[in-house]
């Protein structure tokens, strides 16, 4: 049973950093691309950020772009995002979840089979 468990959520002021981690347990993580997603209050789930296996490629939502970054560590099972300067639409659940593929860098929702069950951002003065 693969199971992607988020942490490092919190509530913090605009242009502040925060770094949520995700250890994923079962399977072999290190074969599958990896995703995060968000859901802000009264909305979709949409897409944050995605890496290749073997961080080959990072791909990223334009309106992140610049200021979050993606990351993983194999060894640990891993997957990470930082996230600097950041802004009160951040303010979401974020998930991370696993693709189907190894070499995609895919936002599509459809492309993750395994997910997390979310940690909270919030970020307000």
């Known amino acids: 049973q693969v199971q992607p468990v988020e942490s490092g959520g919190g509530m913090v002021q605009p242009g502040a950093s925060l770094r949520l981690s995700c250890k994923v347990s079962?399977?072999?993580?290190?074969?599958?691309?990896m995703g995060w997603f968000r859901q802000a209050p009264g909305q979709g789930r949409t897409p944050v950020a995605a890496?290749?296996?073997?961080?080959?490629?990072?791909n990223y939502a334009d309106s992140v772009r610049g200021r979050f970054t993606i990351s993983r560590d194999n060894l640990q099972n891993t997957l990470y995002l930082q996230m600097d300067n950041l802004k009160p639409e951040d303010t979401a659940t974020y998930y991370c979840?696993?693709?189907?593929?190894?070499?995609?860098?895919?936002?599509?929702?459809?492309?993750?089979?395994?997910w997390g069950q979310g940690t909270q951002v919030t970020v307000s003065s």
């Open positions: 979840a696993r693709s189907i593929y190894a070499h995609s860098d895919s936002l599509m929702e459809s492309d993750y089979d395994y």
């Open positions: 079962g399977g072999i993580f290190s074969r599958y691309g």
């Open positions: 890496i290749t296996w073997n961080d080959s490629k990072r």
